[in-house]
Every structure is written in structure tokens, then in C-alpha cells.
């Protein structure tokens, strides 16, 4: 079952390629949805995918590329009608 869910990462997110790398992970792991900054050192993102990958890509996020910092990760479930075809980098 498609599950969609929001992520927000504050931390050191952002001039670190986060958003690339959240792009391969979730591209490796079959999930759709993009990836957006959206406020001073602030990361969002939407996926949908299985629940497995979507644990899969929460797991990852908490650490992100090697520049990062993740101070905080908040996770909750999207109720979306939207079905994404891709997973997108929003700039």
C-alpha cells in the first residue's frame, strides 16, 4: 500500500547537497514525491513509496550526506490525493 508521508529536517540542510541526496536514496528506493528548502536551514519532504522504504529513507535522513548536520527530523502522515510520478528537487 502507497503510503505518503512529510519529513522536516532542521539542522545544517541546506549548501550541503541534502536535496541530492535525498533524490538517490529515494530513487534507489522506488519512492516519489521532491524535496524543497523551504526556510533558513530548514529541509522539506515529501515521499510516498511502501512503508518499508519509506522506514528505509527516514533512517537515512537522519544523517544525510556528509556536510549535514541534522539537528531534528520530524515525521508525519500526508493525506494527499496528489500521486507523484517522480521524485523531484523543488528549488
Do not use: C, H, W
Amino acid at each position: 500500500m502507497v503510503k505518503t508521508i512529510k519529513i522536516l529536517i532542521s539542522g545544517r540542510v541546506q549548501g550541503v547537497f541534502f536535496r541530492d541526496f535525498v533524490k538517490q536514496q529515494a530513487d534507489k528506493l522506488n519512492i516519489k514525491g521532491f524535496s524543497r528548502n523551504i526556510a533558513d536551514n530548514f529541509l522539506e519532504i515529501i515521499a510516498q513509496g511502501d512503508e518499508k522504504s519509506l522506514k528505509k529513507l527516514i533512517s537515512k535522513v537522519k544523517t544525510g550526506p556528509k556536510f549535514a548536520k541534522v539537528d531534528k527530523i520530524d515525521v508525519s502522515a500526508e493525506t494527499s490525493d496528489e500521486v507523484f510520478n517522480e521524485f523531484k528537487i523543488l528549488y
